[in-house]
């Protein structure tokens, strides 16, 4: 890929004037405030993030400044870049649905390594950074793969989603590189960029951030993380209990810095992945906070969700199905959204962080009679 071809991503200038006013000796949060109203969309974020089940404990705001007080203004910028990132990635574009998948993998190892950190003796707002920006090449070679077959019409360029990201990994470390040089980041979050694959000892950043993609890759399974879990058996069984009690809050960081705003239509690049209906027992249940839903149990780790209205691929959303034995709540990941007819969306969704009880659950319900689906 030639250098003069790449289309690098510009850094957020909200992130930008938020880090430098938060740096200043003497900012009030009234100065806050008016830098975050400068960004709608920012401004919305911050709303969501603050009523969110990460930081609200039940007591909803109303307030820009109470929402500021609540996230804190050093969480605050970090927070502000995540967002600018991910308004560039639900940019229109042929690519959406592959630079969606990368967004939500990039913020979930950011959580990952912002809640372990200290754990491991590290900056937790450094560790932030590297878990979202280490693999940013990725975002950096999507949308210049996107500018290059712009120019191109042949409909033979259509490929599945896994073939554009693994296009997309061959260049992503010295694309990455050229961001971070071109952002002026840490030297740790430019050490993670560079060395997140390399092979022999690495430094205590990179290591926490190659963890953080262990962890990611098995929630993207559907895998519950306990302190069983193969990435964890090099450590001790305190520390394992710890990095499994600091991820509770996972999901809701996750969905909330996601956000939950329907992804903007486009033509695509990416082949559809069609696959053969399956049956199976089927449960009222609450997406979010109050959309009715009925949800299809297969497996475990397998989901179909229809519900009125539209919902987004790659999105994490909150889910409760009515069970014989009560309420499930789980967090889960939509996979793929097809239209069901009459205004309906059906998707496909793995649970996402669950607990070892809700898998066994879902295994449960999922050998139970099948059902015709709800319409």
Not at 127 to 151: C, K, N, R
Not at 185 to 191: A, D
Not at 194 to 212: C, D, F, I, K, N
């Amino acid at each position: 890929m030639a250098r003069k071809a790449v289309h690098l991503l510009p850094q957020p200038q909200s992130a930008l004037r938020l880090r430098k006013l938060v740096a200043a000796p003497n900012h009030t949060l009234k100065e806050v405030v008016a830098a975050v109203m400068l960004d709608p969309m920012l401004a919305a974020a911050v709303m969501r993030i603050a009523n969110s089940a990460a930081y609200s404990r039940g007591n909803a705001t109303t307030s820009l400044a109470s929402a500021v007080q609540r996230i804190g203004e050093k969480e605050l910028s970090r927070l502000a870049l995540a967002a600018g990132l991910g308004a560039a990635t639900n940019a229109a574009g042929p690519l959406l649905e592959v630079r969606r998948a990368a967004m939500t993998r990039a913020l979930t190892s950011a959580v990952l390594c912002e809640r372990l950190a200290n754990l491991f003796g590290l900056d937790p707002e450094t560790m932030f950074l590297a878990g979202l920006l280490h693999d940013v090449g990725v975002q950096v070679a999507l949308g210049t793969l996107e500018l290059i077959t712009s120019q191109h019409k042949d409909t033979h360029l259509a490929r599945a989603s896994a073939e554009w990201l693994d296009l997309a990994n061959k260049h992503h470390i010295e694309l990455g590189a050229l961001l971070g040089e071109k952002w002026g980041l840490p030297e740790k979050v430019c050490e993670a960029i560079a060395t997140h694959h390399a092979q022999g000892e690495l430094s205590a950043a990179t290591a926490l951030v190659r963890l953080s993609d262990q962890l990611s890759s098995a929630l993207d399974a559907g895998q519950a993380l306990t302190v069983e879990h193969h990435a964890l058996l090099s450590f001790d069984d305190e520390t394992k209990k710890s990095v499994v009690a600091r991820l509770v809050t996972l999901p809701a960081m996750v969905a909330a810095l996601a956000g939950d705003d329907p992804l903007p239509s486009c033509v695509s690049l990416v082949l559809s992945s069609a696959k053969q209906e399956k049956k199976g027992p089927s449960f009222s249940a609450r997406l979010g906070r109050a959309r009715t839903a009925t949800v299809t149990v297969l497996s475990a780790t397998e989901l179909h969700i229809d519900v009125a209205g539209g919902m987004s691929a790659n999105q994490i959303e909150e889910l409760e199905i009515a069970t014989p034995q009560g309420p499930l709540k789980l967090w889960v990941r939509v996979e793929s959204v097809s239209a069901a007819g009459d205004g309906r969306s059906r998707a496909g969704a793995v649970p996402f962080s669950p607990s070892r009880e809700a898998l066994a659950m879902l295994d449960a319900m999922s050998k139970s009679e099948p059902m015709e689906r709800a319409a």
